[in-house]
């Protein structure tokens, strides 16, 4: 089945040890997204890229940024986590142009010890 | 820029019973508008949109939500729910001609459905 896979599901690290987290996806779309969600709160936006165009969002740190080297895979460096860092970060991805829906993947839950 | 807000944090309705959870959102342009659900342990999925027409969208599990315009609604809805419903709930809407490729979420409705 195409999908969007994230590894690890569960990511232990620890305070300012840089962590990379990984998403790929089967459905060849043009946009593939990063978002963060702390328990009971939406999940936030941090970045996307619309193929190899990269967009910021103004209130993401300057310790979070990505790489997408190719159409099915993106990642998510967090240079030196903070405690606060902690959190569920999920991968979506959409075709882009007029197709808004996004398909997102399982999540990973960072911990930071 | 456009925001999101669902005012029932956590609901809690026993099987059978009728639900509607509220999404209110700010926007003064055309929107697109989505519902989508968390089951527990598994990763956000859509359950309905909206984009044009028909007001009144069906989605998935029979579930469906009405977009009324006048009041920058689109309030969820189920007739009957079943303990399988228990879930987090999100709205999310997203401003079209203005980073068309951006969802903005609500901060989400836990619903718990006792047997």
């Known amino acids: 089945d195409a999908m969007v896979i994230q590894n690890p599901r569960y990511q232990v690290t620890q305070f300012g040890k840089p962590v990379t987290l990984s998403c790929s996806q089967t459905?060849?779309?043009?946009?593939m997204y990063w978002y963060q969600q702390k328990s009971s709160q939406a999940p936030k936006l941090l970045f996307h890229?619309?193929?190899?165009?990269?967009?910021n969002e103004a209130d993401t740190p300057d310790n979070f940024q990505s790489r997408r080297p190719n159409t099915s895979f993106c990642f998510l460096d967090i240079r030196s986590p903070g405690l606060g860092d902690a959190a569920m970060y999920l991968c979506?991805?959409?075709?882009?142009?007029?197709?808004?829906?996004?398909?997102f993947g399982p999540g990973t839950r960072l911990t930071v010890t | 820029a456009q925001s999101v807000s669902q005012h029932n944090h956590h609901v809690i309705l026993s099987e059978a019973a009728s639900l509607e959870l509220g999404c209110n959102y700010s926007?003064?342009?055309?929107?697109?508008l989505f519902w989508y659900v968390q089951y527990p342990g598994q990763h956000l999925q859509l359950l309905l949109k909206?984009?044009?027409?028909?007001?009144l969208v069906k989605g998935i599990k029979g579930f469906e939500a009405e977009f009324i315009k006048s009041k920058f609604s689109f309030n969820l809805r189920k007739p009957s729910v079943q303990w399988s419903d228990t879930a987090e709930y999100f709205c999310?809407?997203?401003?079209?001609?203005?980073?068309?490729?951006?969802?903005?979420f609500g901060t989400g409705t836990r619903l718990t459905i006792i047997p």
């Open positions: 999310a809407v997203n401003a079209r001609g203005f980073g068309n490729e951006k969802l903005t």
């Open positions: 979506a991805t959409s075709r882009g142009g007029i197709s808004y829906e996004q398909y």
């Open positions: 909206y984009f044009s027409g028909d007001p």
């Open positions: 459905l060849n779309h043009n946009v």
């Open positions: 926007y003064g342009g055309t929107v697109n």
């Open positions: 890229y619309y193929d190899k165009d990269f967009n």
